[in-house]
């Protein structure tokens, strides 16, 4: 299996804590470089969790939020993606949910393709 399937998954596969590689990011040297955007890791437990990544796609940040806690079905959860579609409709961003468990959103300027690279 490519790092890219573990990543993404493939269909009729399912993902264990042993596919991953843990890496601690203070291990990679950032370089002078001032960044325009930052790609930010969130995990949404409740709606508290909502306004820090509002704010960062506010700020111009790709967030990926880890939704496994909720069920898609779950009315909070149905909340939380209607106040993010509104966000990410707000700054001319983009929205989608991955399988069951992530929910990326994206400023203005980046779009999210819907299709899958490789077969």
């Given at each position: 299996m490519?790092?890219?399937?573990k990543?993404?998954?493939e269909s009729g596969?399912?993902?264990n804590t042993e596919d991953y590689v843990e890496l601690d990011a203070n291990e990679f040297e950032m370089t002078?470089?001032?960044?325009?955007?930052?790609?930010r890791i969130a995990r949404i437990s409740d709606k508290q969790d909502v306004?820090?990544?509002k704010d960062a796609v506010y700020d111009g940040d790709v967030v990926v939020a880890d939704i496994t806690r909720h069920s898609t079905q779950d009315r909070t959860m149905e909340h939380i993606s209607d106040e993010l579609k509104q966000v990410a409709n707000e700054v001319g961003g983009d929205i989608v949910q991955?399988?069951?468990?992530?929910?990326?959103?994206?400023?203005?300027?980046?779009g999210i393709s819907r299709e899958r690279l490789g077969r």
């Amino acid at each position: 299996m490519g790092l890219m399937s573990k990543i993404l998954g493939e269909s009729g596969s399912s993902r264990n804590t042993e596919d991953y590689v843990e890496l601690d990011a203070n291990e990679f040297e950032m370089t002078g470089t001032e960044l325009e955007r930052q790609v930010r890791i969130a995990r949404i437990s409740d709606k508290q969790d909502v306004i820090d990544i509002k704010d960062a796609v506010y700020d111009g940040d790709v967030v990926v939020a880890d939704i496994t806690r909720h069920s898609t079905q779950d009315r909070t959860m149905e909340h939380i993606s209607d106040e993010l579609k509104q966000v990410a409709n707000e700054v001319g961003g983009d929205i989608v949910q991955k399988d069951d468990d992530q929910l990326i959103i994206t400023p203005a300027g980046v779009g999210i393709s819907r299709e899958r690279l490789g077969r």
